[in-house]
């Protein structure tokens, strides 16, 4: 129960000067009283609510690797049998001493990067969360594909993200997740769409043909607790915010800068959401295609949450690996325990009610 601080001292005692001070100092007592009753009427809350959700599992070792995929043109059949070919390769760790456990593919994989490509190159998928779903009868040829490899290479498959035509006949930018097993387990669709305009230099509208997803959405694998989120998501840093607070200790965001934000921001956003999370975080991009009419950054990137840079592409198409250390995880929060040190009496806890 919140105490409610009452509105005049005047109706408790009289308004006399000899008690002046003594009403003074009840004031505040009953100020203190408030602000404790409220904290800890918050921290209850959010205990019984991480209580109420599953446990995160035990955050073990894993390698990851990142496809910066190149070659992607306007044959979505060539784009499926590309990158199918390349989270091949990156499966069985080719160029690496081990192989990886989690495969990330690129932001809009399967199709030409554009608002205006988005509508032709949507497809159905019809996914929903909770419910069991049967890759052989889905509509899209890209789960199918991202099926079929995560289960014949028996690794987890984050596939990147597509454009995704929903029941609603609204077009999305959404990324799924397979199993080992090749179960499609979870989709993000982008929450925060890509309208910019920066004079002289890039105008974007994402939202002339997307629609902007509404749910906070990770993934729970052997080894991780994993958060996802698309491109410009990385800017908004309550969504960050919230998966950390529900448990992920990995973020992982495939996502496609370009010439122009991408030397100002792409580097420095991962890093700051790695450290005031203090998780892992990550961003897997298209490789730079100058003669596309999107021009991708690259520089697909790893982070640890204490904001060291554990692995980084170049501008073409390559697979980079990063083996991630749990307690790198455990040393940044027990060293510097922001995550104890919230002062949810003063501001409020942004992950409430979701």
């Not at 990142?66 to 499926?80: E, H, I, P, S």
């Not at 309208?195 to 991780?224: M, Q, Y």
């Not at 961003?283 to 980084?312: F, N, Q, T």
Request: proline content about 6%; hydrophobic content about 40%.
């Amino acid at each position: 129960m919140i105490i409610q601080p009452p509105l005049s001292l005047g109706l408790i005692f009289p308004p006399s000067h000899a008690q002046f001070s003594y009403n003074r100092a009840y004031c505040m007592l009953l100020t203190h009283a408030y602000r404790a009753s409220n904290f800890l009427s918050l921290r209850a809350t959010q205990t019984r609510r991480f209580t109420m959700a599953t446990a995160e599992p035990t955050f073990k070792p894993f390698t990851l690797a990142l496809v910066q995929l190149g070659q992607v043109g306007g044959d979505k059949a060539a784009n499926l049998r590309h990158a199918r070919e390349m989270v091949i390769k990156a499966a069985n760790g080719e160029g690496h001493s081990k192989k990886p456990q989690l495969v990330v593919l690129p932001e809009c994989f399967n199709s030409p990067y554009g608002h205006v490509h988005f509508p032709k190159y949507a497809e159905v998928i019809g996914y929903k969360p909770g419910e069991s779903f049967d890759v052989a009868k889905s509509e899209s040829e890209s789960v199918k594909m991202l099926s079929s490899v995560a289960k014949e290479k028996g690794i987890w498959l984050l596939g990147g993200s597509i454009p995704e035509k929903g029941t609603d006949g609204k077009v999305y930018n959404t990324s799924t997740v397979y199993s080992p097993q090749g179960d499609l387990v979870a989709i993000h669709r982008k929450v925060h769409l890509f309208d910019i305009d920066i004079p002289g230099k890039i105008t974007f509208k994402e939202s002339e043909t997307l629609t902007g997803g509404s749910s906070v959405n990770h993934f729970d694998t052997d080894f991780a607790r994993i958060g996802l989120g698309i491109c410009y998501d990385v800017r908004f840093p309550e969504l960050a915010m919230t998966n950390a607070r529900q448990g992920c200790q990995v973020l992982i965001y495939p996502g496609a800068f370009n010439l122009t934000t991408g030397p100002l921001h792409w580097e420095l956003l991962q890093r700051a959401r790695a450290v005031d999370q203090q998780v892992f975080f990550s961003m897997c991009s298209p490789a730079r295609d100058l003669s596309a009419g999107y021009h991708a950054w690259g520089h697909s990137m790893v982070v640890d949450p204490m904001g060291k840079i554990l692995a980084e592409a170049k501008e073409g198409e390559e697979i980079i690996y990063a083996d991630i250390d749990p307690q790198v995880f455990t040393d940044a929060r027990s060293g510097i325990p922001v995550t104890r040190q919230r002062r949810f009496d003063v501001y409020p806890d942004v992950s409430t009610g979701l």
